[in-house]
């Protein structure tokens, strides 16, 4: 199809569309797929419709030489203005989600608050950090989502993968993680999540449901929810909470074309409407140098960047 996207992987992607379990646009534009609105077109975005339809075509994109890209809900990201050359594989429809006993098997695309509603659902407590995180299980265990206290390396058992090259499926038990802060040894790796399983402990329904609706309060009275972002643009500096260091550098509110640091949240860089990558970038270093000229802290993005 062209240097990127070879016609093994196309008709790979072709056929399972014809089989009904899976689904591709070409020219797709990355600002309509992540929950920061912003990227130009990938060449092509798939969505595979079943585990066994994404392991297809991961393993048709490395045995042909497609350059790929794996995506969750893309609440993490930031793509690139020019959009990605290549394939990039949403995981958004791997959603079943079976609980059993005070487990919890669920597949890579299920989306955080799904989860937790179904654990509040079975009366198991565990979950309620996570209701109302915009992202998928696989994107939560690759980066140890977490919030109020709690974290994926908390509830973890167990998840399951697709190692590319090989084409062989194993799975990691939670200490094998290598868990910390917003980190495991998924980043350091090109394995694809195929499914996790959570262990919970039973609890009172209406008393996770409290707690639930007590974390989405304070998400909507502290976060920018109204715009378009990717969460916290930055990771803590060690010692330091960054959006505190972004506030108290007067940094609310600066503005570089269409992104802006929210005036609700510090840490939080939305898109007025018409922010470009670009924007985010020069926005984001101008962030790091004024922090650290003023405190001599080196901050990190925690928002990954992707394409083109
Ligand atoms: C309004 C808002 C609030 C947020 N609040 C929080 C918060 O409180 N706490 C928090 O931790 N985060 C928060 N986030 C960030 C984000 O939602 C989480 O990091 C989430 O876990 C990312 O999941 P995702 O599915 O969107 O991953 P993506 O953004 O799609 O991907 C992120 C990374 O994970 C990798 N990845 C995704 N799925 C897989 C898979 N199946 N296998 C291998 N790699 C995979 C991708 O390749 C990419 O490198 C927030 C974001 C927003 C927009």
């Given at each position: 199809m062209n240097d990127y996207i070879k016609a093994d992987f196309f008709a790979a992607a072709d056929s399972l569309k014809a089989e009904g379990r899976a689904e591709y646009e070409l020219s797709a534009p990355l600002s309509r797929c992540c929950t920061f609105r912003i990227g130009g077109p990938a060449d092509m975005a798939v969505w595979p419709g079943d585990i066994e339809a994404l392991s297809a075509l991961v393993c048709a994109a490395e045995n042909s030489g497609t350059r790929y890209f794996i995506c969750g809900s893309a609440s993490n990201i930031l793509f690139s203005d020019?959009?990605?050359?290549g394939a990039i594989i949403f995981t958004t429809k791997l959603k079943k989600i079976c609980v059993s006993g005070n487990t919890i098997h669920a597949e890579c695309g299920a989306p955080l608050s799904l989860l937790a509603m179904a654990a509040q659902r079975a009366s198991l407590?565990?979950?309620?950090?996570?209701?109302?995180?915009?992202?998928?299980l696989g994107g939560a265990v690759f980066m140890n989502a977490g919030a109020y206290g709690g974290e994926m390396s908390q509830i973890l058992i167990s998840s399951e993968y697709l190692s590319p090259k090989s084409g062989k499926i194993s799975s990691l038990s939670a200490a094998e993680h290598d868990f910390g802060y917003r980190h495991s040894l998924y980043m350091e790796r090109d394995d694809i999540i195929l499914s996790a399983v959570l262990e919970l402990v039973p609890g009172d329904g209406d008393e996770i449901q409290r707690k639930m609706d007590e974390n989405m309060d304070a998400r909507r009275s502290k976060?920018?929810?109204e715009s378009p972002s990717a969460g916290s643009m930055f990771k803590r500096a060690p010692g330091h909470f960054t959006s505190a260091l972004i506030d108290g550098a007067g940094l609310k509110g600066y503005k570089v074309g269409g992104a802006e640091v929210s005036?609700?949240?510090?840490?939080f860089v939305i898109n007025?409407?018409?922010?470009t990558a670009a924007d985010v970038i020069a926005l984001t270093e101008h962030i790091s140098s004024v922090i650290f000229e003023k405190y001599g802290v080196e901050i990190e993005r925690e928002v990954r960047t992707v394409g083109p």
């Open positions: 020019e959009g990605f050359r407590s565990g979950l309620e950090f996570a209701y109302g995180i915009p992202g998928s976060q920018p929810l005036s609700k949240h510090a840490g007025t409407g018409d922010a």
